[in-house]
């Protein structure tokens, strides 16, 4: 079945450090990818998103490549801040016959000091 | 705020007993997602349903059961509790059947089970 693997946390990082979380993926179809973000005490909100290989999401200074050769989509920052501290989930969506859901990753948490 | 609501935000109750979860979807969603998050387990998706029918369902078990109504909010009722149980629950809701990939998420229900 489809599946997603993140590294395990937590991530420890001083603020302005460069950050990478990876995510690798296991899918039948052809998923598009996704990266939700979780702040203490709030619900999982979308970060970015790619639909297809070789596409970058891009937010808030955070990236991600979909690259189907080596079925990742690890997500990177170059300069984290304090206020980055959550807990980043990777996921797929693929497409059944009628319907899709979406697949996590078991989350990777991110503490980021000043 | 993403505009899904969940009630109660807190429970406490005992092995045994039963409960009921309710989400209300943002405004002109029609789509409805729960989701189980546990330490050990990650954000496991539970079940979907669409304009009141239900669409996909993951990994939830038999004493578990949903529905959706006709003014689309959705309750999760969780019978014979046990310990394992505990954990936070969550309600997403999308547009339609997930074609952008975007889910929006409550900031979950924690059930505690003594």
């Known amino acids: 079945g489809d599946s997603v693997t993140q590294m395990e946390g937590p991530v420890t990082l001083s603020e302005e450090a460069f950050l990478t979380i990876n995510c690798t993926y296991t899918?039948?179809?052809?998923?598009?990818l996704f990266w939700y973000v979780q702040y203490p005490g709030e619900g999982l909100q979308l970060l970015l998103k790619a639909t297809k290989a070789d596409d970058k999401g891009s937010n808030k200074g955070f990236e991600a490549t979909y690259r189907k050769e080596t079925t990742s989509f690890h997500l990177e920052k170059g300069s984290v801040q304090v206020s980055d501290s959550a807990v980043y989930f990777c996921?797929?969506?693929?497409?059944?016959?009628?319907?899709?859901?979406?697949?996590f990753g078991k989350g990777t948490m991110l503490l980021v000091s000043p | 705020d993403s505009g899904v609501t969940q009630t109660p935000k807190h429970l406490i109750t005992a092995t045994g007993q039963r409960v009921t979860l309710r989400c209300s979807p943002r405004s002109g969603d029609l789509s409805v997602y729960w989701y189980q998050q546990s330490l050990d387990q990650g954000l496991q998706f539970l079940i979907q349903y669409y304009n009141g029918e239900e669409r996909a369902k993951g990994n939830i078990l038999e004493r578990f059961s949903a529905q959706q109504f006709p003014d689309l909010h959705s309750e999760l009722n969780l019978s014979s509790l046990e310990l394992g149980d505990s954990a936070l629950y969550f309600c997403?809701?999308?547009?339609?059947?997930?074609?952008?990939?975007?889910?929006?998420f409550g900031e979950g229900s924690r059930l505690t089970v003594l």
């Open positions: 997403a809701s999308s547009s339609g059947l997930l074609n952008t990939g975007e889910l929006f």
């Open positions: 996921a797929l969506r693929v497409l059944n016959s009628g319907y899709s859901t979406l697949t």
């Open positions: 899918a039948t179809g052809y998923p598009s």
